[in-house]
């Protein structure tokens, strides 16, 4: 780990990040789902309990967005990253429920340089997402721009 | 439109949804990126300027929670939604800007019975929204499981 600014160079295939974890609240889980995804089952404590899911589950794009502050805080901060096109896959392979603790780890699966805009390169990589319990909670495939060190491309 | 309970069988291919419109101002942008994406480019207008978007630009994630609470208010009030398995693809096409009317259409790609718990099934679907210029800013393959209706699964 470094506290200098990370390019596209400081990127390579294997390479695994630990991101740290993340843990909801119930009154966390329903005041994002009241305004984005306001479903029984992430907002109404007694309809879900009697709903498939047996009580209260997180909106799968919360926990997105709780593993993306995660990201941004490990890797994106002070980096040169130019946003990214998409998401390959994304898999919400259980439900995230209250007072979990979610831990989320990073492996690059590829890193190449554009070829329309040698300035800048693309970052696949996964994310993976496990409980208290060690059960696989999330995994999504991703890419990211980041530009190249300035040294690499005048 | 119909104000009853929405089941598997209200669904087929090829239907398509009107799921209406999302408008985003600058200090939304900036509070939900604060919380859950702190990139210069989506929290600091300033650098946004002088970033490759030449101005503030929504997270792509926002955008998502946006579509999935239009998706909500649409179609998965009042149904028979188990929650979705997560996305096949999802592809930020143009940067989402304040102030913008971000519209979204939805279309059904498949639909089929659980071969494994027939009280329910998988809806495919494709959202895609377009901003006022009419330029295509997103484009989301997901799908969602729906219980199929109570009197054609006992």
Known sequence: MTSEKRYL????QGQHFDLGSFRLTE???????????????????????ESAFGGLIASGWH?????????VDSVLVNSSSMGS???DSLRWLRPVR?????????????????ASKPDRG??????NAHNDSGEHVAELKTLCIFGRRPSNNQ
Do not use: Y
């Not at 160079?9 to 390579?12: G, R, T």
């Open 27 to 49: 009154a966390e889980i329903i005041a994002f789902a009241t305004e984005f995804d306001p479903q029984p089952f992430h907002i109404d404590p007694v309809a879900a309990r």
């Open 98 to 114: 209250a007072n979990e603790t979610i831990s989320a780890v990073m492996v690059v699966t590829d890193v190449r340089v554009s």
């Open 9 to 12: 160079e400081d990127f390579h």
């Open 85 to 87: 096109p998409g998401v």
């Open 122 to 127: 693309i970052v696949h990589f996964e994310w």
């Open 63 to 71: 926990s997105c967005c709780k593993m993306m502050r995660l990201l």
